[in-house]
């Protein structure tokens, strides 16, 4: 009498399994720092600072092309 053999089972990776939330956590943080800075930016820019840098680098740049 001869078995069949038994369909060959599906082995998972162990050590990818560990690593299943990784890529959603590497999001997480890089979406947290992306927030920070864009508020960071916001603050600076948005005070008398940010007024001042944008209006020397605006004149800086038109001075540059001859029109200002």
């Known amino acids: 009498m001869t078995r069949t ?23 997480a943080v890089g979406t947290a720092a992306g927030a920070g800075l864009a508020g960071l930016l916001y603050k600076m820019l948005s005070g008398g600072f940010g007024n001042e840098l944008l209006t020397t680098l605006f004149d800086h740049v038109l001075g540059l092309l001859g029109i200002g």
């Open 5 to 27: 053999p038994l369909p060959a089972r599906r082995v998972r990776d162990r050590s990818r399994s560990r690593e299943d939330g990784i890529t959603t956590a590497e999001y």
